[in-house]
């Protein structure tokens, strides 16, 4: 399949807390708020690790502004009217 642009948008977040393991071996996780998502649908909880430029292993901290992208194939996507 050729290489295609996805069709996309981002929003922006912040992290509200970051949530340490309550067992052994499971991963820190980031709360991170979604601005204009509905209100009971705000929060993200994703594992709080990330890959920097430098190729090292990095987490969020809390307050920390993120970007939430929201990306998909153009043939997963209609056309809306108007």
């Known amino acids: 399949m050729p290489d295609v642009e996805k069709t996309s948008t981002v929003l922006t977040g912040a992290v509200e807390k970051v949530i340490k393991p309550v067992l052994e071996g499971e991963p820190e996780k980031a709360q991170i708020a979604v601005e204009g998502a509905d209100h009971l ?3 993200l909880r994703i594992e709080n690790n990330l890959v920097n430029d ?4 990095v987490g969020l901290k809390q307050g920390a502004e993120v970007d939430v992208i929201i990306a998909a194939d153009p043939e997963d996507t209609i056309k ?3």
């Open 41 to 43: 649908y705000r929060e």
């Open 54 to 57: 430098k190729g090292e292993t």
């Open 80 to 82: 809306k009217p108007g």
